[in-house]
């Protein structure tokens, strides 16, 4: 017995407008094929309608790599940042945190207190001195404002990539990336010190990733700006009131990780790879980072941390992540090793009374077992 009742039907006009849609339709694909062809246009949507799906196929391996492990590991700020004006977490959620603070001890009670205290800028300020909040307010909105360029970069890049999967590796990172930049927006200021601009060094560097074209822009962002980001956040994270930067560690490994993962599912071209043009550009997209280094190199001496060490660590990765991608250089890896060295050396022995020649290359500035667990994961070498 059906639950509708049926209503008559015209078979003729329904086989008319199925000629006339066939006919629309070859037309209008073939118009956007054509004007695709000579480059004026055609059509935008990189979407296989026809299989239900975007172009390059399914690629699950990608979307359970990324997308469905993102999910997995999605924080919320409400719980981790507590003292935050994040109101993010499901009544469910809400619920489970209340029945495991009953369960707290006394020096759990404590601590969570501490984290959670509504008065955070009263607990920094404890903490850390003027100085030290200023310094680390600026280290800190030094990648900020990397997040805000790795959010706009994502959502373009978006619309490059192929298949099911890659897309939603991609959507998977937008929405981190805008988690990001809000919340880690909110911790800058509640070290209650002014929050600086973007330095002309940075500005060039996240312009230039910026302007990327195509899938290049996986070098300039997820390799590039994620790298230091992912070095930064490992840095920081064991410092009192940063704990919660463990977890944007743990985001952006994945981060980096994906264009390794999506490259092996869609393999780069010899050219591209190679590309004599292709390797200067990219070269010179890391240029503007070195003076960066000097930029930040008083603020990471107030939290004892050594500038060229710092840029060393980082170069390192960025250079074997390149190299296992294949995004490759002008120069081999030791080539590139030796060029940075005698960089920072010569500027050492330039501002530092007694420098002595270091590898700097050798450099480690990711502190916590877990966190250098994670980047050894990501870029399958044994860090220094």
Request: aromatic residues 12%; neutral net charge.
């Amino acid at each position: 017995m059906s639950l509708f009742k049926k209503l008559p039907k015209n078979q003729k006009v329904i086989e008319n407008h199925e000629k006339i849609e066939n006919i629309a339709n070859t037309l209008v694909r073939s118009f956007d094929s054509i004007m695709g062809t000579i480059g004026l246009g055609g059509r935008k949507g990189n979407y296989d309608d026809y299989n239900y799906q975007f172009f390059g196929g399914e690629k699950d391996g990608l979307r359970k790599k990324h997308y469905d492990k993102s999910l997995k590991l999605l924080w919320k700020a409400q719980e981790h940042a507590p003292w935050s004006s994040f109101d993010d977490c499901t009544n469910g959620e809400v619920e489970l945190i209340q029945l495991a603070k009953s369960s707290f001890n006394e020096e759990e009670k404590k601590e969570y207190q501490r984290i959670s205290n509504s008065d955070y800028k009263d607990f920094l300020k404890k903490t850390y001195s003027l100085d030290e909040r200023k310094a680390i307010a600026n280290i800190l909105a030094l990648i900020g404002h990397g997040e805000a360029y790795a959010w706009m970069v994502s959502t373009e890049i978006l619309n490059e990539v192929k298949s099911t999967g890659g897309r939603a590796a991609l959507t998977a990172q937008v929405l981190e990336e805008a988690k990001h930049f809000v919340v880690l927006r909110e911790i800058v200021r509640a070290f209650d010190v002014e929050i600086p601009r973007l330095s002309a060094w940075e500005y060039v560097l996240l312009e230039r990733g910026f302007k990327s074209k195509g899938l290049e822009k996986f070098f300039a962002m997820n390799v590039v700006v994620e790298g230091f980001a992912l070095n930064l956040f490992g840095m920081l994270s064991h410092l009192p009131g940063l704990e919660i930067l463990r977890l944007f560690h743990l985001d952006e490994s994945r981060h980096t990780a994906l264009p390794t993962n999506y490259f092996k599912e869609f393999p780069m071209s010899f050219w591209e790879k190679h590309s004599p043009i292709r390797r200067i550009r990219r070269f010179s997209l890391i240029l503007p980072a070195l003076p960066v280094f000097v930029q930040i190199e008083s603020d990471l001496a107030e939290i004892g941390v050594d500038g060229m060490e710092f840029g060393g660590s980082m170069a390192r990765k960025v250079a074997n992540l390149a190299d296992k991608v294949g995004f490759h250089f002008p120069m081999s890896k030791d080539q590139f090793a030796s060029l940075i060295n005698l960089i920072f050396n010569a500027y050492c022995k330039t501002t530092r009374e007694g420098h002595e020649h270091r590898d700097f290359m050798k450099s480690e500035t990711t502190k916590g077992k877990k966190e250098l667990a994670v980047e050894k994961e990501v870029f399958r070498f044994k860090t220094a």
